[in-house]
């Protein structure tokens, strides 16, 4: 065994489980990243009491004095971006330049909620009474859970731990189980910039394991989740039944709409980087590519001469724009919906194969035609490099097509229509829409979230992160009559 030895971070110590694991690099998987003592319940239970017994006082701490603390985070974050993005790269799979480019988002998110603490935190209302000063605040929830998933393993801790901290909570955060350095990194840093013990507490053990603890706990107020529909749902079911607060952010099924007027160069390029940058892993990325019959053979071939060039491998390497998938269950994932399609009669326009570079997790950027509607490839999330090409006779066609699914994450369109482009950010039912842009890729200031199946609570990012974790406290306060 080689690498650094893991362990979780309660109240300012270090603890180790007793299960040690190998944390793998999916590029080369014989080279271990690092090992891990991942934690079990026991562990779990201190965190969520370590976090309680920090709440007091980070709650009392000026909210602005709570800023500075993230914005020293913020610089830490940026200046060992490279070192942190390389070890990302290694642990997860994403390309250096994806991986370096997150890291600096979460700095730049850590940044933006230092900001947050600076802005109003309340409002006052005119009362009924001469005397009453009528007012509502809000104020922290206490310790909240995040669980968060291994796809963007910086960023999307940052946009849920920058938040609870800047509004006063403490956490327990629990990372997937396969990205532990970066989550290391992300924890020490925000150590390193003052955040006293116990505010952050980081435990890395296997969600099927310290999962339900974390929940359910009595000192747990509030749990926000990414990660899979399965598991976010049982999550929910747990929490809301234990009383706690819940937000969630699930998956997708993401259309990108080619009208035949669109600039197709453009929505070629777009499509492409919305379905095949980190490897398709991301819950915003382009899986469905809905386009009227008039361009698509023009459309399909442009698609899958650009995924050709594409070079897939060693995300360490420059030239590399397709890393591996995170993992051997994502790839096996894969290839049972590319069985799926081959027993369906699917036409491959360009992909399918698994490059051989050192027993790596690659798969080649992939696109599909001429499968059933009903196809389970066109229905599910498949999380990797693989788009499907659907035709559309007409708008009208378009439309209901990029809403028969039961998510409702991101949806892209093109065309240099104006007309059709605010009827469709009307009539899609996404969370998210981008007109003549990819279906990947978010503004922080921005909120965030799915409608349907796609996600459940109040969104995340921008200042509306706020709504999740503060609450409304409202005071009646009569002055004392004067004599
Ligand atoms: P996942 O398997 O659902 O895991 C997400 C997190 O939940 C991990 O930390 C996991 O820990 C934990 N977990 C697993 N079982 C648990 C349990 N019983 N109790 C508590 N926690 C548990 O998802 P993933 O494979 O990491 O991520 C991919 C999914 O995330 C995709 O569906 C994607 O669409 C979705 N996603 C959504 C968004 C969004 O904002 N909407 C963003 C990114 C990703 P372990 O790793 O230890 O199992
Ligand atoms: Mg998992």
């Known amino acids: 065994m080689s690498g650094p030895v893991l362990a979780s971070l309660v109240g300012g110590h270090r603890l180790e489980g007793h299960e040690m694991v190998l944390d793998i690099n999916p590029s080369a998987p014989d080279e271990h990243v690092a090992i891990v003592a991942l934690a079990g319940p026991e562990i779990a239970a201190e ?78 209302y005119p009362s009924h009474s001469a005397l009453t000063f009528l007012y509502a605040r809000r104020e922290p929830l206490g310790v909240v859970t995040a669980i968060t998933p291994w ?44 955040l006293p013990d116990g505010v952050l507490n980081l435990v890395l053990g296997r969600g099927s394991v310290v999962g339900d603890t974390l929940v359910t706990h009595d000192r747990v107020e509030a749990v926000t989740f990414t990660g899979s529909n399965t598991v976010g749902r049982a999550i929910e079911l747990k929490a809301t039944e234990a009383g706690k607060k819940v937000q969630l952010e699930l998956g997708g099924k993401n259309p990108a709409v080619v009208l035949a007027d669109a600039d197709l160069e453009l929505a070629v390029e777009q499509v492409a980087r919305g379905a095949f940058l980190s490897a398709g892993q991301k819950c915003t990325a382009t899986s469905r590519v809905i386009v009227e019959q008039q361009v698509l053979e023009e459309f399909g071939d442009r698609l899958a001469a650009v995924a050709r060039s594409w070079p897939v491998g060693n995300p360490l390497d420059e030239e590399t724009k397709v890393g591996p998938l995170a993992s051997k269950s994502q790839l096996d994932t894969v290839f049972g919906y590319l069985d799926i399609a081959e027993s369906e009669a699917a036409r ?95 503004e922080f200031q921005a909120p965030f979230g799915g409608m349907r199946q796609s996600s459940s609570g109040s969104r995340e990012q921008g200042k509306v992160a706020r709504d999740f974790f503060t609450q409304w406290k409202t005071v009646y306060l009569d002055a004392p009559p004067t004599e």
Request: hydrophobic share 45%; charged share 25%; with cysteine.
């Open 47 to 124: 965190a969520a009491e370590a976090a309680a017994n920090a709440f007091a006082r980070w709650r009392d701490t000026p909210p602005p004095a709570r800023g500075d603390v993230l914005r020293r985070a913020a610089d830490l974050v940026d200046e060992r971006a490279e070192p942190i993005g390389r070890d990302l790269a290694r642990e997860e799979g994403k390309t250096l330049v994806e991986a370096v480019g997150e890291t600096r988002r979460a700095a730049a998110i850590l940044r933006y909620y230092a900001g947050q603490t600076l802005e109003p935190d309340g409002e006052t």
């Open 151 to 194: 796809n963007f393993p910086i960023a999307i801790p940052a946009w849920k731990i920058a938040p609870a901290v800047a509004f006063g909570n403490t956490l327990v955060w629990k990372p997937a189980e396969i990205v532990p350095l970066t989550s290391t990194h992300f924890a020490t840093a925000l150590r390193d910039a003052g």
């Open 348 to 442: 491959v326009l360009v992909g399918g194969g698994c490059p051989d570079h050192g027993g790596g997790y690659f798969v080649e950027p992939t696109v599909l035609a001429d499968l059933p509607a009903t196809s389970r490839v066109v229905r599910e999330e498949i999380f990797g490099p693989v788009a499907a090409l659907l035709p559309a006779g007409s708008y009208e066609d378009a439309i209901a097509l990029a809403n028969d699914t039961p998510f409702g994450l991101t949806a892209a369109l093109f065309t240099r229509d104006l007309g059709k482009a605010l009827r469709f950010s009307r009539d899609i039912r996404a969370g998210v829409v981008k007109v003549n842009q990819e279906s990947a890729g978010l």
